[in-house]
């Protein structure tokens, strides 16, 4: 009989993204708007990975939940959010896998291969020269070829295909001499999870448990809450009627399900030990769900499970790692390297190793805690022994402590935009991951451009042409005068806003002028608009976190403006943009040569004020 094997591809690009999670989605897009060529091969259906409906993984970041605002990560993880924010008030988990579907899809030079999922690696040397994989949806398979190949797998599986060296579990003291660290490493890894969401119907709902499902005691959880009125001071609930933060204290409820139904498994490796865990996890689950219905009054008698996460989220596994390796001590002391291109801010978050199978200790284990936030080197970010492998996401070089507050997918996303920058300069200057070490500086002009934030680096782009401009405006109020708008930094930090603010709105509107002694030819101009940090907009499934979000998008966003182009007095040109709800606008245009350039505010989302944060032109 004929072997059928004819559906077999080989495709090339640019650069090669494993793994559509938020990390690799980021580098992807970020690739794709440098102009190379990029495709991303991604397993699941839907983008985000553990941020995607299939396991509702809620964005945490640097801000750490709310405690420190100024830091929440901006750049293209933060214009996703503002989509799915524009669309999505009721906290649609579909709605948010339409946003990031289609900003894939209306990307240039991107080609995303859905349900598609890399099986292998071809190696020449100490470099990657194409990958493998199967679409299973078409029967297809592809070898992909690339110079630049970027793993975002979340497991490492490109490295450790390709022979990268990688870490697992805890190294230590005597190592890494961090604070933290056990005496002896260890292979101890925080677990797999699988969460639901339950409903309150409105009237008395049966559960009938399946027969697989664990029994667990009062006893058993109690270091786990699992009742529907257990309260939690979240303490910065929206007031519905006045859109804006009252205070008070939420029931955490039932709503979310438990982060803490969680384990490792009991072989040696988490990543080979999946499918068991899988299993053990939903009998947990369903036994946690038996106990809070029919195990005693959990207040729970009118909830239904209505989604139950299927595909369990994975927190630790393989780290790769590159010329730097980032520790807890670089975390805990706010570490600031020369070269940072990424930054943190989320506590040293260990979870209790055995997770559901250590039902006496704390499930959330220990977490340090720090103020402020700690960079990520540019050296963290490539394989050390693979020549052309760039990793991002949870897998990036890090010890075990280190990765407990890089993982947050926050930080996963910025370092991925981070990649997808160091793809492009790998292109401009023909080289491979470690020799684009001395354009690190680059790097760091052309993230910021992209509306990203490095502490301590300011704008010295000099092709900037706003940086040569003075401003003026209609009016100010102190300390937030219109030259504010290139001091270099583009967003609240501590008490300075860095940033134009009107003196309230008139009727005419309020406007921000950039003006030149000579005309410019210019060909694109970058707003930064004020979104207010302080208020949360990420999709959650955590009802005392919806209840901290105003509903619509940021009030405080610039929504209908006017930019008048004019040379000698005289208006050349005039852009109209209505209905914005992003804080970063980006306007092309043919070349137009003036000696002034307008904004011209005509209203916000609903703020008294204009505020500016940064103009740029090019
Ligand atoms: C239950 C749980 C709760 C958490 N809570 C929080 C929280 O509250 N806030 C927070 O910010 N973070 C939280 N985290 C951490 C966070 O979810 C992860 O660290 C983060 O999602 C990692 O992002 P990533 O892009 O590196 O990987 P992932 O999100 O894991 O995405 C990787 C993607 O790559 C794909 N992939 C893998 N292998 C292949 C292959 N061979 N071929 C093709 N595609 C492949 C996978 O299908 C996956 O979609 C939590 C994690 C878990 C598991």
């Known amino acids: 009989m004929k072997r059928q094997n004819e559906r077999f591809l080989q495709q090339d690009y640019e650069v090669i993204v494993v793994g559509g999670g938020m990390a690799g989605l980021c580098a992807a897009l970020q690739s794709a708007r440098e102009g190379v060529k990029t495709a991303l091969i991604h397993a699941r259906p839907v983008l985000g990975g553990n941020a995607s409906s299939e396991v509702r993984v809620h964005i945490s970041g640097a801000d750490h939940s709310l405690v420190q605002p100024d830091y929440a990560e901006s750049g293209i993880l933060y214009e996703l959010m503002l989509e799915n924010k524009a669309r999505n008030d009721n906290f649609s988990y579909s709605t948010w896998d339409l946003v990031l579907f289609e900003a894939v899809k209306k990307q240039e030079n991107l080609t995303v291969y859905f349900n598609t999922v890399m099986y292998d690696c071809e190696t020449e040397g100490n470099k990657i020269t194409a990958i493998l994989c199967v679409q299973e949806t078409t029967e297809m398979r592809y070898r992909f070829k690339a110079p630049i190949f970027v793993d975002c797998t979340g497991n490492g599986t490109l490295g450790y295909y390709a022979g990268a060296e990688y870490r697992q579990g805890s190294e230590s003291k005597a190592e890494t001499n961090e604070m933290h660290a056990p005496e002896q490493s260890n292979n101890e ?215 407990c507050s890089t993982r947050i997918i926050g930080c996963c996303a910025i370092g991925g935009q981070a990649v997808g920058v160091a793809v492009a300069l790998c292109k401009k200057y023909n080289c491979n991951p470690r020799e684009l ?113 105003r509903i619509g998008v940021p009030l405080e966003l610039v929504k209908d403006y006017d930019v008048i182009f004019k040379n000698k007095g005289e208006v050349v040109k005039t852009i109209e943009v209505t209905n914005n709800h992003q804080r970063h606008n980006v306007l092309k245009f043919e070349p137009i040569t003036c000696d002034s350039v307008e904004l011209l505010v005509k209203s916000t989302n609903g703020a008294n004020e204009v505020t500016v944060f940064e103009v740029r032109a090019y």
């Open 189 to 403: 890894r925080m677990g797999n999870t699988i969460f639901f969401k339950a409903r309150d119907m409105g009237h008395p709902v049966k559960f009938t448990p399946p027969y697989f499902a664990k029994k667990y005691t009062e006893e058993d959880l109690k270091y786990r809450m699992h009742c529907a009125t257990h309260k939690v001071d979240y303490s910065t609930c929206i007031d519905p009627e006045k859109n804006e933060k009252t205070g008070g204290v939420s029931s955490r409820g039932i709503g979310y399900g438990h982060f803490w139904i969680e384990l490792m498994g009991d072989k040696d490796d988490i990543i080979t030990d999946y499918e068991n865990i899988r299993d053990d996890l939903v009998a947990s689950l369903y036994g946690v769900w038996d106990h809070i219905k029919n195990g005693g009054d959990h207040g729970a008698e009118n909830y239904a499970l209505e989604w139950v996460g299927m595909l369990p989220g994975t927190r630790e596994s393989r780290r790769l790692v590159g010329d730097y390796l980032l520790s807890e001590t670089d975390i805990l002391s706010n570490r600031n390297f020369d070269d940072a291109v990424c930054y943190g801010g989320w506590c040293v978050d260990l979870h209790t190793a055995h997770g559901l199978l250590d039902l006496h200790r704390h499930p959330s284990g220990d977490c340090y805690y720090f103020d402020g936030i700690y960079t990520i080197p540019y050296t963290s970010y490539y394989s050390k022994n693979i020549e052309n492998l760039f990793m991002a996401g949870r897998n990036i070089s890090a010890t075990k402590l280190g990765m």
């Open 437 to 549: 070490n001395s354009h690190v500086q680059e790097l760091q002009q052309i993230l910021l451009k992209h509306d990203g934030f490095l502490p301590n680096v300011k704008n010295t782009d000099s092709l900037d042409l706003a940086r040569k401009a003075e401003f003026f405006a209609s009016s100010y109020i102190e300390n937030c005068e219109p030259n504010k708008v290139i001091d270099g930094y583009s967003r609240k930090l501590g008490d300075d806003m860095h940033a134009w603010v009107s003196n309230g709105i008139s009727s005419s509107g309020e406007s921000l002028t950039m003006k030149w002694d000579e005309s410019k030819t210019i060909t694109e101009l970058r707003y930064t608009f004020h979104s207010d940090f302080s208020y949360p907009i990420r999709v959650t499934m955590s009802p005392p976190r919806q209840k901290q979000q």
